[in-house]
């Protein structure tokens, strides 16, 4: 199964991702793990990103996009994956189904992680970060709805929106049935694939 789980920080998304992840039997494609990946490694895409962000600078789409390319090519992603933190912006978005297009695998569904301003601030204070303040979690939340929120409207009827109030197992069981009951009610996008 192909699926990108988005949603506002503190709302669970790598605990899902990981979840899902492992049930389902796919990889799990954070960006952030890319960046580290590839950092790590040294590899060219690593020597690019590393000299924007030693700069402060943020990493250009060219170069994330080239990460991520990469990864899903990859033989593991072959039967599926599941996106995390990318794509984040319309034009992002854009190029993806243009890629995933190309090789007749596209997006088969998008979680959306949902929970309330307050739930997501006390869950975030609660990690004990320094860089966690209320105003600066109100600034990332900001971002997150004029940026990302976008996504949902251009993904339309593949998105599902889970409720990410819960317990963890409970959530994941909310996640798991949706899904279940999308792949029932709707034909398959492109290859099917045995999940």
Wanted: proline content about 7%.
């Amino acid at each position: 199964m192909r699926l990108l789980i988005i949603g506002p920080q503190g709302a669970g998304k790598g605990t899902q991702a990981d979840l899902l992840c492992s049930e389902l039997g796919i990889p799990h494609v954070s960006t952030g793990d890319l960046f580290r990946a590839n950092i790590g490694a040294g590899t060219e895409l690593g020597q690019r990103a590393k000299q924007y962000l030693d700069a402060g600078e943020l990493v250009p789409d060219a170069v994330t996009q080239d990460m991520v390319a990469d990864r899903l090519a990859q033989p593991d992603a072959a039967d599926g994956f599941l996106l995390d933190g990318f794509p984040r912006t319309i034009a992002q978005a854009k190029w993806l189904s243009a890629v995933l297009a190309d090789r007749g695998t596209p997006i088969q569904a998008v979680v959306l992680l949902t929970a309330p301003a307050e739930v997501l601030t006390q869950r975030m204070l609660a990690r004990g970060r320094a860089d966690d303040t209320p105003e600066a979690i109100r600034t990332r939340l900001e971002i997150y709805y004029s940026e990302t929120q976008p996504l949902v409207d251009y993904y339309g009827p593949a998105v599902i929106t889970i409720d990410g109030v819960g317990e963890i197992d409970e959530i994941h069981r909310r996640i798991m049935d949706a899904l279940r009951a999308g792949d029932a009610a709707a034909p398959p996008a492109g290859p099917s694939v045995s999940a």
